[in-house]
C-alpha cells in the first residue's frame, strides 16, 4: 500500500492514505519530501512551498488559497487554507461533454413490474401518515395486523413517519403533501394505507386531489377521528391491502429501469479518491444501459457546479443548473447565513479543508455522463439519464428526496460511518477500509480497496454485481436493522 497519493499531476498536495509521522521522507513524482509534522490519514502534505495567497490545487482544481506562507512537507488544512468561494456568480454556458465509455451489456435484475409501468425493487405494505399526529396509531395498527395475519409474505411493512402535516404555510404545506404523495405513489411499495387525524391542515380530501390517478386496489384512506377503533378498522385495511399485493412476484426487468439516487455524508478525505469515483462509474455504467442516476445535495455542489453545468445536454438544462446553484445561494443569504459554512466538523476531521474540497469530491459520484434534466424539491423523475434534484446536504433530508423523486435505491458513500437508511434501500459504502471493517453492521461495500491495488474498473465490475442483487431483493444493512426514516425540507414557519 502507498503512504500518499496525488489525485492529478498539476496538484500541490498529496493525500496521505495512512497515519504518517514527523521526520517521514515520501516520494512524489520523483522528487522525496520529508514531513514537518505528524499527518493523519485522509489529510494533506503541500508537496512544494505555497506563497501567501497562493492557490492549493487538488483534483486538478484550486481548493481555496493560503492565508500564510505554506512550505513543503507542511501538514495542509483549515489552519493555512481558506476558501475562494464567495457571493453568488454569473454563468456561461460552455458546454463540454464527454463521451461515455460504457455500452449497453442487456443485463437484467428481477424486479416488481407495477400496473402504471413503473418498476419496484422491494414489495413492501406501507403506512404514510398525512400528519405526524398519528405516528402511534399506525404502530399499533401494524402490530395488530400482524397479529391478524401471522408470517408474512412480503418484503417488509412500515410506517414512513414524519413530524409534519399540520401548522405549516405556503411552501411548507405544499412539499409536505408532495413528498407524501411520491411515497404512495413509488413503485417500491404494493400497498399503502394513508392514515390521517382528521383536524390537520393537509386534509385528506385536498391530499387525495394532489395524488391525481392512482390505482384504488392499492391505496386505502383511513381517518382516525371519523371511526370508534382506528386501529382495527387500519389493520383490516391493511389486510386488504396484503391480500391484493401478496401475488405479487418478481420478473426479469432491463437494467434500464433502475432509477438510483446518490449521495454521500460522513466524508472524509478518501471520499473523492475511492468511495465517490466508484459510485461515478457506476453511474455512468447505468446511463450506458438506459438507466436513470440522481444527484442532489446543492450546497456541495458549489465550487463545483461549473463541471456540471458543462456537462448539460442543452441550454434550457444549462439554465436550469444555473436556478438550481443561485436559488440554493439566496435561501442562504435569506436567513442572513453564510452561503459557504461547510464542511462539517466530521468531514474536517476526516481530512476535508473547504467547500471546493468537498464539492470538488461529492460531484464525482455524477461520473462524466451529460446532464439530461433538473429537477425542483418534490418533483418526479421524466428522463431517464443523469439527473440533478434540488435538496440540501442533510442526509436524512436529501435521501428522502432522492427516494421521493422516484429512485428505487439510494448508493450513500461515507468515510465516518452512518446506520440511517431512507425509506428504499440506502446501500452505504465505505471510503476506508477501516470504517468497513469496524461497522460491518452499518457497511455494506468496501470501496476502500482501491488504496490497496484493486482497480477502480475491476472494483466496479463487483459492484456492479452486487446492485444488481440488491436490486432483485438482497437487503441491505439499513433494511437488515430496520432503520428507516423520511425527512421533509422545512423552510418556514411553524405555526
Not at 47 to 64: E, R, V
Not at 245 to 258: A, H, I, N
Request: proline content about 2%; hydrophobic content about 35%; charged content about 25%.
Amino acid at each position: 500500500m502507498k503512504n500518499v497519493i496525488q489525485i492529478n499531476e498539476n496538484d500541490n498536495i498529496v493525500v496521505v492514505l495512512k497515519d504518517l509521522s514527523k521526520g517521514e521522507v515520501i516520494s512524489i513524482s520523483n522528487k522525496e519530501v520529508t514531513l514537518k509534522e505528524d499527518v493523519k490519514r485522509g489529510h494533506k502534505i503541500a508537496t512544494q512551498d505555497i506563497s501567501l495567497g497562493g492557490n492549493i490545487i487538488k483534483y486538478g482544481f484550486p481548493i481555496g488559497h493560503s492565508i500564510v506562507d505554506v512550505f513543503k512537507g507542511e501538514w495542509v488544512h483549515t489552519h493555512n487554507i481558506k476558501t475562494n468561494l464567495d457571493g453568488i456568480k454569473e454563468y456561461t454556458f460552455n458546454q463540454k461533454l464527454i463521451e461515455n465509455s460504457y455500452k449497453n451489456r442487456n443485463l437484467t435484475f428481477n424486479g416488481y413490474k407495477r400496473e402504471n409501468g413503473n418498476v419496484g425493487i422491494r414489495n413492501e405494505l406501507w403506512i404514510v401518515p398525512t400528519v405526524g399526529c398519528v405516528n402511534g396509531i399506525a404502530d399499533r395498527i401494524i402490530d395488530r395486523f400482524k397479529e391478524m395475519v401471522g408470517n408474512l409474505s412480503i418484503d417488509n411493512v412500515l410506517v414512513l413517519k414524519h413530524n409534519y402535516g399540520c401548522s405549516q404555510l405556503g411552501e411548507d404545506h405544499i412539499s409536505t403533501r408532495t413528498i407524501l404523495g411520491d411515497a404512495v405513489k413509488h413503485p417500491n411499495n404494493g400497498g399503502v394505507l394513508v392514515l390521517g387525524l382528521g383536524c390537520e391542515n393537509n386534509t385528506m380530501v385536498d391530499f387525495k386531489k394532489s395524488l391525481g390517478k392512482f390505482n384504488e386496489k392499492r391505496v386505502k384512506f383511513l381517518i382516525s377521528q371519523e371511526v370508534s377503533d382506528e386501529i382495527q378498522e387500519g389493520a383490516n385495511m391493511l389486510v386488504e391491502l396484503y391480500e391484493n399485493m401478496r401475488t405479487d412476484k418478481r420478473e426479469v426487468c432491463s437494467l434500464s429501469e433502475l432509477k438510483i439516487g446518490l449521495k454521500c455524508g460522513g466524508s472524509d478525505g478518501f471520499s473523492g479518491i475511492t468511495g465517490n469515483p466508484l459510485v461515478g462509474k457506476f453511474s455512468d455504467f447505468l446511463v450506458a444501459q438506459g438507466g436513470t442516476t440522481v444527484l442532489t445535495e446543492v450546497p456541495e455542489m458549489f465550487g463545483a457546479e461549473t463541471l456540471l453545468m458543462a456537462r448539460s445536454k442543452n441550454e434550457e438544462v444549462f439554465n436550469k443548473t444555473v436556478h438550481l446553484i443561485n436559488d440554493f445561494k439566496e435561501y442562504f443569504m435569506k436567513y442572513d447565513q453564510p452561503v459557504y459554512e461547510n464542511p462539517s466538523p466530521g468531514n474536517k476531521a476526516g481530512g476535508i479543508t473547504t467547500l471546493e474540497d468537498k464539492s470538488l469530491g461529492c460531484t464525482q459520484k455524477a461520473g462524466t455522463a451529460t446532464v439530461v434534466d433538473v429537477l425542483k424539491y418534490g418533483e418526479t423523475l421524466k428522463e431517464k439519464g443523469l439527473n440533478l434534484l434540488s435538496a440540501p446536504g442533510n442526509d436524512l433530508v436529501a435521501a428522502s428526496a432522492l427516494a421521493s423523486a422516484g429512485c428505487q435505491m439510494v448508493l450513500f458513500t461515507t468515510g465516518r460511518g452512518t446506520p440511517f437508511g431512507s425509506f428504499v434501500p440506502t446501500m452505504k459504502i465505505s471510503t476506508n477500509t477501516q470504517i468497513f471493517e469496524l461497522k460491518p453492521h452499518w457497511i455494506d461495500f468496501n470501496a476502500g480497496s482501491l488504496t490497496q491495488n484493486m482497480t477502480l474498473d475491476d472494483l466496479n465490475e463487483e459492484f456492479i454485481v452486487y446492485i444488481i442483487k440488491v436490486a432483485s431483493g438482497e437487503l441491505v444493512n439499513n433494511e437488515k436493522n430496520n432503520f428507516r426514516e423520511l425527512a421533509i425540507f422545512k423552510s418556514g414557519v411553524t405555526l
